[in-house]
């Protein structure tokens, strides 16, 4: 499996079915999950994987986050782009 927009392969033993956890939750999803964090947790390319994952994934583990977490971080840029502008004149005024 390669990483869109980077070109950089994932860990070439690792399956691509790790970042995609069976079922929604239980001690299975819960190990595949910890699983996948573990390889992403040391890839050298995460951020530039979160980076396509908050834009394009909507299932699955990348970057290091599952798809709820991913929805979190993308809420939470939000808010901080809302302060960022807030903070800042609005043209023409």
Request: some cysteine.
């Amino acid at each position: 499996m390669r990483i869109p927009n980077t070109g950089h392969p994932c860990p070439p033993k690792v399956q691509k079915k790790v970042f995609f956890p069976a079922g929604e939750d239980g001690p299975v999803h819960d190990m595949q999950v910890t699983v996948a964090k573990a390889v992403c947790g040391g890839c050298p390319v995460r951020a530039e994987c979160l980076t396509w994952a908050l834009e394009a994934l909507p299932y699955g583990i990348a970057g290091g986050l599952t798809e709820q977490e991913r929805r979190w971080e993308r809420a939470r840029r939000r808010r901080k782009e809302r302060r960022r502008v807030r903070g800042r004149p609005v043209c023409g005024s």
